[in-house]
């Protein structure tokens, strides 16, 4: 009999020291919450991470659309550039066969006017 109560005895102490061993390694109500504040924090961190990136994109998307704009006025302005160096081109060139014409027609009346 006494074996068999020193064998309960051991039993139960074994079964308290398993039932302590397995209630301690479980997390605790606190631990829980902090991490799930770190879970939340980090969802957080993450909306906002994300919202920065929507608004570094929309301002990408808006300086792409200037720079196609700069791009086609500054094409622009480059035609415009090479017109006007044509038209000058063709001024000058007015301008010499005017000064021929004028120095022709002097000579003409200078001739008429020695006769």
Do not use: H, P
């Amino acid at each position: 009999m006494k074996t068999r109560k020193e064998g309960s005895l051991v039993v139960c102490f074994a079964l308290v020291v398993c039932l302590a061993v397995a209630l301690g390694s479980c997390a605790r109500t606190s631990d829980l919450r902090d991490v799930q504040d770190r879970a939340q924090q980090a969802l957080q961190k993450a909306d906002e991470a994300l919202e920065e990136a929507q608004s570094a994109k929309t301002t990408a998307v808006d300086a792409s659309g200037q720079a196609k704009a700069a791009t086609a006025a500054a094409q622009r302005a480059k035609d415009a550039s090479t017109r006007a160096e044509e038209a000058a081109a063709r001024a000058e060139q007015a301008a010499r066969d005017a000064e021929n014409y004028a120095r022709k027609a002097e000579a003409i009346f200078m001739k008429l006017m020695k006769k």
